[in-house]
Each structure stands twice: as structure tokens, then as C-alpha cells.
């Protein structure tokens, strides 16, 4: 016999604990059997863990409300001690924000009122609490309507309740739902429509504005309208409280008290501005989208499901996929073994690649989503990988329009999904790259993995994989090896400056310290060289000694450092020292990004200068066709974040040392102060003692308080240079896409830019003709993709191409660093984003912001 | 991380018997450490893409390859050190169990690195894993240590001369170099080892002459090892244990 435990746990799957049997009714019988017995004398441990169950597993919800239904027979006290546990933690979860426990607990009410655990009304007053806080905050005297996320979030909540309860409802309580669903109408009509174009997997070509895309909530609406006029039938919820309905009547319904919605935010003063964009962002931290969804396959691949269906199942592995992390098997069995009786392969890729490329940020890393999708891969041999393969090519397919950080997280997800299946594609698919230029899309896609393949590998293993096509051995990079100019291998002629380098070479091996060869450098190479000669023989000497790993490297810094940083103190001179690290590097992505990267660990050089670096002529002419600039910028970027966000930690637990030094203090005065009073009473010795203990706690509680301000100054620094680093960044995007994007009376939005060159190509290319564009109202193909091995062309010029590419960039480093930027807008507003800047490019930076473009005052 | 199916205060089946302290220390180590120990590595994996697999679950602070503690050539382990703990639980959570050059390699939380921790703990140099094998493996050296003295002993008793350890050919035929198949597929001893080969020494051109360059280059990278060099990193300034303690490496972990 099973334990209670794994019968809880494993209710609903195919397992040993319930034998052969995969009917509900029989796994909730058998477990209701066990647990009943239990109850007696383990009833402390089968509530919360019953409650864990169904907070952490909640596809299994119908099944753990009935059981809980049949357990309210036996035992009321323990299901009214449940009924109490939920309604604590329900109003936890709303106090806290904790979005994904008010949704599932709400999801386990629901059930528990299919049940006849709960009455109807005490559900309907649940929703109208929300609702009721929802539409609040949109008044913009009461309220505070730049928190809209977290009205849709309540409203979202309600609606999502309704495929697990809906017919009971409109059955039981027809009246109050009915309200309820005019309410939530009122709502969707007062609230603003959200249009966070900035958050769109691809790039909204469409600008005119014609079609208005259906939100998330609204787009729910919609499907429980459907759901409402099919007569509440669901095929992708389990309703096993209907086979035991004639013994759940007899139940005693218990009571949920009321509940309170958090305190409405403070009423802005006008709603809109950079106070409203603030506070909006804010709330949509707080109250994200859960998914967006990701249109891979045309519809006649996918599965032919009802609207709702297809929302439920999302919410099935979206769950499975935030509480299973970290368990591969479980996480995969549960994602292949949904209970719906239909299938979802189609579905599943497409949710998880929603997740993968979801922006801002994915709720877990990407490696996770890789991980997830390998297994399923190892779980579903027959059809999963086929299904990948086929979201893959219909991902490349549409890759120029596709967001760029969703580029670069494709680029890295497929690189390392190959290595895990031995590299193997079909890469003579896409051999016709090789005829497109080098900025198209599809060709830098196909590069950018190839690059990242041989890092994972090595360059002959990944030569060796694309046998099928060998002519993309074009675009295989170098063979990494470094670009040493000293080097005397090759009986080149050895001039003044390889002696020097060998000379510093033996210096090195010598064991010379950082101070020796400061002085060396100093007394006699600069003033018979020059600095020029220094920094080349210093650089390339040093990373070559440093060249053969990542650890030889360190070393090199760790011991050299400071001959770099007493040759290189300012910004201009740090900008050459990466250049020559470029250089000495230039067959290598990886270690240009890796040493720019420890270099800035180790401060010898500053993130300013590294952009100034990155924004570099030759850098800048790779804008497009690489991405070698943007991922050391990527570094740098998020270096500096890095450092704010532990300085943000370490001041966070300080603050709380803090309050629990204080405390510790009050308390050793308080009990020294207890015992002068009664002097008479004690010895010396102990009020010897309590003295010391008091002033022991005394110091600890100043020196703690000295360490948090010391590391509140810190933040205060790091916080300026950061606001002088996004400065930095946006003025020279801002210069460079000014340099070259048209005037903007040609080009007002992207597509305008895309066919500039496509018009002026139809004069001078007659194979174009099927590519030829009508740019006011038709669109080549919707996208500026190949649509077939036929069409080799990719008809946007370099110039623009170079313009759509640097503008994706301008809005991927500004979404993903909206919170930072935000901090300091009123700075960039006033020296970056003046009148002057050209429209494309502020409608970059508010798009991946997500500022309201009604505050684009040029339009 | 879901606790329904983890015991999360349970992090790792391995007790390393180096640790200094008791089996409470151990843990409190585990669950605060940022050093994730990595095994069942090629021996031909370098740093670069080490860190190209693992900086993908965070910034990463060092690397530390295992080294055969008589050839000073990597054995097919290394400690990964990260700046943040998230981070660290991520790689354990995400990268355990997944592909590195062809092979699933493991990923445990360790208790953080010291000097002489970098030592395969085998009898004969490498790790102890690698000290009693039978299978052949091109990714880890051939056959186990033991079986090789052993062939190197018949080999001897026909006078086919000594060669190389290594480089015995193995007595079955390897699995054929085919694009699908199983992950330790690495190919035919020769080829294999001369891919590899090129990778490692991707800087140098000239024709191979393997065991002994492999030796140099280590021995050259040990003078620059930071390890080695204890009075610039404080972090490792304990001195090394004797490390000619036979202990298993391998074996205890699941």
C-alpha cells in the first residue's frame, strides 16, 4: 500500500501507487480511501501538504477539490480548517502581489465550490471584491489608472476561474455571475486598450494603425464569451466532482470570509507624463503578462482546439513549467501528460518558445526553456523534435522581422540545442544564404549560430556538421587563433618592437613584478618608442602570455593589471587598449569578449569606455552584420547591472542587520538599565557583565550602521555612473542612427525604411520584379523574408538594414534595462531626446520603454 | 523549485571526505557555496568552452580544470565559480545532465574550491573513476589505468615494443563515427584525438607531438597558475593537503 503522501502527490497519473488504473474516479476513491483513515492522526500533516499539492500542481486541482468535497463528508472540522488555511493565504497573496498564488488559489476555490465545500455566493463575493478594486483603479480620482496591470490582473483572475466552475455558477447563482460578467464588461470598456508594441515578439510593421490586435484581456473575454455561448463545455478540464455528485450534496458548505483588496495606489495628478510612465512600468513589474502568444505555425498545422482549450492548456504547462523547475522528469512527464483527450505538440512548442523569447524577460532563464525542450525532445522521440524543427524554420522564416533580443536569445537556444543532439540540421536548407549580402537576416542568423556551435565545440567538429553544405563553410568564423604580431614563428622579419616584446616576455617569465616592468616601461621603452609602441608591445605581449585559457588570462591580469592601468588612465587611452585587444583577438569573439569583459572586472577599463569603443568606426560598420560589438556592449551593460543589483542586496540585508542590531541594543540597555535599578539586589559582577553586553551591542549596532551607509554611498556612485552610462549609450545611438537614417519625411516608420532601397532596386534589378513593392498598401510576402529557395533575395539595402538592425538594438537595450532608465529619464529626456533627434529613433527608445506614444510630442 | 519531489536540504549524495568538519558544516557549505563541481568531462574540453556552456546560467568568477596530478593534463573534471548563488543553483538545476562535447557531463553543488583540489585523486594521476574502468572511453584516455597496465603488460610479453599508453588501439572496435548515436561516440581513437588535439593547441600549427607538447603546455600554464600562486590570492593561501591519499573522486557520486 502507498503512502497517503504518494497518493497525493501522484492522484491523476499513470503510476504504480495507483496500479493500472488511469480513471479519476477510481484514483480519487482509492485516495480518499487511504486519507480518511489518515485523518485521524495525521490530519496536521495531510493539510498543508494537500494544499502544497494543489498549489504547486494545479492541472490536478478538480481532483484534489473532489477529494476535499468527499473529505468535508467525514470530516468538517478539518475541510472548514482548510477552507480557513486557503482564505489566509489568499489574503497573503493579495497583500504581497503574489500574482501566481491568488491565481491558482482562486482556481482551487472555484473547484472546492464545485464541490460543495463552499457556497457560490461566497465565490461571486470574491470576484466582486476584485472587480470592484479593479474598476477603482481606473478612476482617476479614486484610483490610479496607471496601475491598469493590476485591475487586468484581478480581472484576468476572475475570468480564468470560469472553465473550472462556470456552469455551476450560471446554474447556482445565475443572478450574481451575471452581474459579475456586466461588471467586468464596464470594465473592459473604461480601461485603456494595451499597446505595448514594444513587448512584441516581432517588429509591428503594422504602423498604419488599421487592425487593432486583441490585448490579453481581452482576447480572454473573447474566449469565455465562446465559452459562455457553447454552454460552458470544456473538453481540457477534468470534472470528477459530476461522479460523485449524489454523495457531494449531502456536504456542509462552509463559509469564506471576506477578503480585502490591497489599498488602491495614490491618485496621480495627471495621466500621463513621466510620472504615469514610471508608475506604470512599475505596476506592469508588479502585475506582468503572463504569456504572449507566439504564432509559430499556420493554422491548419496546429491542433484544432476550442478558443478556451487552448488558454487552459497554456496555463497547464506554464504551471508545470514554473513549479517543476529544477525536476527534469517529473517536468517533462507532467508537460507530455496533460489531462485533455486531445493532442498538443504543436501547442506545447509554441508555448515554450513564448517563454523562451518572451520580453522582457522570460520568468526563468533561457538555458531553462533549452533544457525543457530538450527533454521533451528525449520524451516525445516519435513527434517532438519534428515539431521543433518545424517551429525553427518558421522562426527563420520571419527572422528579419523578429525582435532582435529574440534574435540573439534564438541564436543561443539553437547553438546549444544542436550541441546536445550532435549537431545535426539540415543545414543544406539553408545553403541559399550564402547568395543573400551578409546583412541579411536569415545569413547573420545562420553565422551568429555557427559561431556559437564552434564555442561550445570546436571549428573542425562543427566543419564536420555541415558536410550536407559545404559552401557554409564561408561562414564558419576564423579558427580562433590569436593574431599575435610579435609572433617570430613564422621567420617573419623581428623589428625593434619584437625585441621589446621579447624582452617583456622574459621579464614575465622572469617572474618581474607589475612594478618592475612599470619601471621598465617607463624609463626606457616610452621615451625612446613613444606611448603608441607601448600599448601595442604591452597588450599583445601580455594576452598572448595570457592567451592559452580563461585562467591563463586571469592571471595575467591579476598579476599585470597595473602595468595596463598606470599606461591607460583616462577614457581616450582606455579606448585604444581595447582596440588592441580587439586586434590581438580579431579571429576570436569569444576571448575580445572575454578579456574586454575581465578587463572591466578588473577596472582597467570603465564601462564608458567601452561603449566609446563599441561605437567606434569599424565597430559601427558591423552593426549589422555581426555580433561580435553587441555582445561585448551586452557585458558591459549588464556587468554594471550586476554590480547595482548585489550592491542593492547587500543593502537590503543591512538594513535588516540593522533593525535586529537595534534591537539587540535596546534590549541590552533595556536589561542593564532593569538591573541598576535594582543595584541593591546584585553584585558587581553580573551588571559588570550587562554593561559590556550593552555596549558590545551598541557597537555592533553603530558599526552595522556604518557599513550601510558606507554601501549606500556606494549605490549612490555606482547609481550616477549608471545614469552616465545610458546617457553615453543613447547619445551615440542617437548620433550614428542620425548620420544615417533618411530624412524623416522618407521614412516615418520602419516599413517606409525598409523599402527605400527596395524602390531604388527595381530600377537596376529586373529579378527583383517578384519582389517589387507597392509601399503604400501591399507588403512583399507581409515580411521582408525569403519565402522560398526560389526568391534569393533580400531586398532592403545595407544602409537601411544597418538603420532597422541599430534601431532593434536601441529598443532591446532599452527595454531590457527599462527600471534603470526609468530612474533617470528626466536626464535623458533633456539631453538625449530633445526636439532634434530623429522620430525613428525616439520611437525606439519609448517603444521598448513602453512610454505611451502619445507623448512623443514630433509624433 | 518545486519541493514536492526535492528534498531541498538535501543537495548532494556526495560527502567530500577532505572537507574540514562535520557533516552539518558540509551542508551549511552546499547550501551557501557558489561553486558548482562539473564531472564526467572530456579530457579535451577547454575552459573556453566551459565557460561558453556555463556563463549561460550566470557571470562567471573562475574556472578551475581538474588536472592529472602527475601529467598535469586536464581529467575531466573542474570547479565552476560564480559571483551569485542563483546563479550557481541554476547551472546545477539547468546544465546537470545536458551535453558538453558529447558527453552528459554531471553538475553538483561543491563546497567550494581550495589549493590542491585541482588534483585528480587517482593512484595514478588522474581520477579514481578512471583508475578502475573497464569500457573504453576516448574521451577520458582510452581504458581505465588499470586495464592499460595490464595491456601494456601483454604488450610487452609479444614485443610489439612500449608504446604509448594511450595510444593503444582499443581491442574492440570503437562505435562508428556516425552522426547519430550514442553521446560517447567521440570516433575512432586517432581521429578523435586528433581533432581534439587541434582544438587545445587551436594556436599552434605546427605538426603534433602530442603527450609531450600537452605536458608542456600545462607545465607552462602552471607558472601562471593563480593556484600556484598563492601570495596573489588570498582566497587560496591554506596550503595544499598531501594529495597522494587514495580517494575516490568519482565513484561516490551517484
Not at chain 2, 614485443?159 to 581491442?171: H, I, K, N, R
Request: aromatic share 10%; with cysteine; glycine share 6%.
Amino acid at each position: 500500500m502507498s503512502s497517503w503522501r504518494s497518493l497525493l502527490l501522484r492522484i491523476g497519473d499513470k503510476c504504480p501507487d495507483y496500479g493500472t488504473s488511469s480513471d479519476f474516479k477510481e484514483h480519487i476513491e482509492t485516495c480518499f480511501g487511504v486519507i480518511r483513515r489518515e485523518l485521524e492522526h495525521s490530519s496536521d500533516d495531510i493539510l498543508p501538504f494537500l494544499l502544497q499539492c494543489a498549489e504547486q500542481l494545479p492541472h490536478k486541482i478538480p481532483l484534489y477539490g473532489t477529494l476535499v468535497g468527499l473529505l468535508n463528508l467525514e470530516n468538517e472540522d478539518f475541510v472548514k480548517q482548510m477552507v480557513e488555511t486557503t482564505h489566509a493565504n489568499f489574503q497573503d497573496a493579495l497583500d504581497f502581489g503574489n500574482c501566481d498564488m491568488i491565481r491558482i488559489l482562486m482556481r482551487f476555490l472555484t473547484v472546492m465550490m464545485c464541490s460543495k465545500v463552499l457556497q457560490p455566493s461566497s465565490l461571486v463575493v470574491v470576484f466582486e471584491t476584485l472587480l470592484s478594486s479593479a474598476s477603482t483603479t481606473l478612476d482617476e480620482e479614486k484610483g490610479n489608472p496607471s496601475w491598469q496591470a493590476r485591475g487586468d490582473f484581478y480581472v484576468s483572475c476572475i475570468l480564468s476561474c470560469l472553465p473550472w466552475g462556470g456552469s455551476e455558477l450560471v446554474e447556482q447563482v445565475p443572478e450574481e455571475i451575471e452581474c459579475v460578467m456586466v461588471g467586468i464588461e464596464a470594465y473592459l470598456s473604461i480601461r485603456r486598450h494595451n499597446s505595448d508594441t514594444g513587448l512584441s515578439f516581432f517588429e509591428d510593421d503594422d504602423e498604419s494603425g488599421s487592425v487593432v490586435e486583441k490585448d490579453f484581456l481581452e482576447d480572454l473575454w473573447g474566449r469565455i464569451q465562446v465559452l459562455s455561448s457553447n454552454g460552458w463545455k470544456v473538453d481540457s478540464v477534468p470534472r470528477p466532482h459530476l461522479s460523485f455528485e449524489a454523495q457531494l450534496v449531502a456536504g456542509k458548505s462552509h463559509e469564506f470570509g471576506p477578503i480585502n483588496a490591497p489599498e488602491q495606489p495614490e491618485p496621480l495628478s495627471e495621466v500621463s507624463g513621466v510620472l504615469y510612465g514610471k508608475q506604470k512600468h512599475n505596476a506592469e513589474l508588479k502585475y506582468p503578462q503572463r504569456i504572449r502568444r507566439l504564432n509559430i505555425f499556420p493554422a491548419s498545422k496546429t491542433e484544432d482546439m476550442q478558443p478556451i482549450d487552448r488558454f487552459i492548456v497554456e496555463e497547464y504547462l506554464l504551471d508545470v513549467l514554473l513549479f517543476l523547475n529544477g525536476c527534469r522528469k517529473e517536468c517533462a512527464s507532467f508537460m507530455v501528460g496533460l489531462p485533455v483527450p486531445f493532442r498538443y505538440d504543436y501547442l506545447m512548442a509554441e508555448t515554450i518558445f513564448s517563454q523562451l523569447l518572451l520580453l522582457p524577460l522570460p520568468p526563468f532563464k533561457p538555458i531553462y526553456y533549452t533544457l525543457v525542450i530538450m527533454d521533451l525532445c528525449k520524451a516525445l522521440p516519435g513527434a517532438f523534435p519534428g515539431v521543433v524543427a518545424g517551429a525553427v524554420r518558421a522562426l527563420f522564416e520571419k527572422i528579419a522581422d523578429l525582435d532582435m533580443e529574440c534574435q540573439t536569445r534564438l541564436i543561443l537556444w539553437f547553438s546549444h540545442h544542436l550541441s546536445n543532439f550532435q549537431f545535426i540540421w539540415p543545414w543544406e536548407e539553408w545553403a541559399f544564404v550564402l547568395d543573400l549580402p551578409k546583412w541579411a537576416p536569415q545569413r547573420v542568423f545562420v553565422q551568429e549560430v555557427l559561431e556559437r556551435e564552434v564555442r561550445l565545440s570546436y571549428w573542425d567538429k562543427v566543419k564536420q556538421s555541415i558536410e550536407n553544405a559545404p559552401a557554409l563553410e564561408e561562414l564558419l568564423p576564423p579558427k580562433g587563433s590569436p593574431n599575435f604580431i610579435y609572433s617570430i614563428e613564422d621567420g617573419r622579419e623581428r623589428t625593434e618592437q619584437h625585441a621589446l616584446s621579447a624582452e617583456l616576455n622574459n621579464k614575465v617569465k622572469g617572474r618581474q613584478t607589475a612594478r618592475e616592468i612599470i619601471s621598465w616601461v617607463e624609463e626606457s621603452v616610452f621615451p625612446n618608442h613613444g606611448w603608441d609602441v607601448v600599448l601595442k608591445v604591452v597588450v599583445h605581449t601580455l594576452l598572448d602570455i595570457g592567451s592559452k585559457s580563461f585562467t591563463h588570462l586571469i592571471t595575467v591580469l591579476e598579476r599585470y593589471g597595473q602595468v595596463f592601468a598606470r599606461i591607460c588612465p583616462d577614457h581616450d587611452k582606455q579606448v585604444m587598449l581595447i582596440a588592441e585587444v580587439g586586434s590581438y583577438w580579431k579571429n576570436n569573439a569569444q576571448m575580445t569578449a572575454v578579456a574586454i569583459d575581465r578587463m572591466m572586472g578588473y577596472r582597467l577599463i570603465s564601462n564608458l569606455a567601452i561603449v566609446r569603443w563599441v561605437f567606434s568606426p569599424a565597430n559601427v560598420e558591423q552593426f549589422h552584420t555581426s555580433d561580435r560589438p553587441w555582445e561585448v556592449l551586452r557585458n558591459a551593460i549588464g556587468k554594471t547591472y550586476n554590480r547595482i543589483s548585489d550592491l542593492r542586496n547587500e543593502i537590503s540585508s543591512l538594513k535588516k542587520s540593522v533593525v535586529s542590531a537595534e534591537a539587540a541594543a535596546a534590549k541590552a540597555k533595556a536589561e542593564l538599565d532593569a538591573a541598576e535599578s535594582k543595584l541593591s539586589l546584585v553584585d558587581g559582577e553580573p551588571l559588570k557583565r550587562l554593561k559590556a553586553n550593552a555596549e558590545k551591542a551598541k557597537e555592533e549596532e553603530v558599526s552595522v550602521h556604518e557599513s550601510l551607509e558606507a554601501k549606500e554611498a556606494l549605490l549612490a556612485r555606482a547609481l550616477d555612473e549608471n545614469e552616465a552610462l545610458f546617457l553615453s549609450l543613447y547619445k551615440n545611438f542617437s548620433n550614428v542612427l542620425m548620420e544615417r537614417l533618411p530624412d524623416p519625411s522618407r521614412a516615418r516608420t520602419l516599413r517606409e525604411l525598409k523599402s527605400i532601397q527596395a524602390d531604388e532596386m527595381t530600377v537596376d534589378l529586373d529579378e527583383s520584379s517578384v519582389m517589387e513593392v507597392d509601399n503604400e498598401s501591399r507588403r512583399p510576402n507581409k515580411s521582408q523574408s525569403n519565402g522560398g529557395k526560389d526568391s534569393n533575395i533580400y531586398n532592403v539595402g545595407e544602409k537601411e538594414q544597418w538603420c532597422l538592425s541599430t534601431l532593434g538594438y536601441v529598443k532591446a537595450f532599452a527595454r531590457q534595462y527599462a527600471s534603470e532608465i526609468w530612474a533617470h529619464i528626466e536626464k535623458l529626456d533633456a539631453d538625449v531626446l530633445t526636439e532634434n533627434v530623429h522620430p525613428l529613433f525616439k520611437k525606439a527608445v519609448y517603444s521598448g520603454l513602453s512610454r505611451p506614444i502619445n507623448d512623443v510630442s514630433s509624433g | 523549485m518545486a519541493s514536492l519531489f526535492k528534498d531541498l536540504t538535501k543537495l548532494s549524495a556526495y560527502r567530500d571526505r577532505r572537507f574540514p568538519g562535520n557533516q552539518e558544516e558540509f551542508e551549511q557549505a552546499l547550501h551557501t557555496s557558489t561553486t558548482v563541481y562539473i564531472g564526467n568531462m572530456s579530457f579535451y574540453t577547454t575552459e573556453e568552452q566551459v565557460y561558453e556552456l556555463f556563463s549561460r546560467a550566470g557571470e562567471i568568477k573562475k574556472i578551475t580544470m581538474g588536472l592529472d596530478k602527475n601529467s598535469k593534463t586536464p581529467c575531466g573534471f573542474c570547479f565552476v565559480l560564480y559571483y551569485s548563488r542563483e546563479d550557481t543553483e541554476d547551472a546545477m538545476k539547468f546544465i546537470s545532465g545536458t551535453i558538453l562535447d558529447d558527453r552528459p557531463i554531471r553538475v553538483d553543488f561543491d563546497w567550494g574550491f581550495q589549493e590542491g583540489r585541482q588534483w585528480g585523486r587517482g593512484r595514478s594521476g588522474g581520477q579514481v573513476r578512471d583508475e578502475y574502468r573497464t569500457d573504453y572511453d576516448p574521451g577520458r584516455g582510452g581504458y581505465g589505468k588499470l586495464v592499460q597496465q595490464e595491456l601494456e603488460a601483454q604488450r610487452q610479453l609479444v614485443d610489439y615494443g612500449t608504446g604509448s599508453l594511450g595510444s593503444f588501439p582499443p581491442v574492440m572496435p570503437p562505435p562508428h563515427y556516425g552522426r547519430r548515436g550514442g553521446h560517447n561516440q567521440g570516433g575512432s581513437h586517432p581521429q578523435s584525438r586528433d581533432h581534439h588535439h587541434r582544438k587545445r593547441h587551436r594556436e599552434d600549427d605546427r605538426p603534433p607531438r602530442e603527450s609531450s607538447k600537452r605536458t608542456l603546455d600545462h607545465a607552462s600554464r602552471r607558472n601562471f597558475d593563480p593556484n600556484s600562486r598563492p601570495e596573489k590570492n588570498p582566497r587560496f593561501r591554506e596550503s595544499a593537503n598531501s594529495d597522494d591519499e587514495e580517494e575516490d573522486d568519482g565513484k561516490q557520486r551517484p
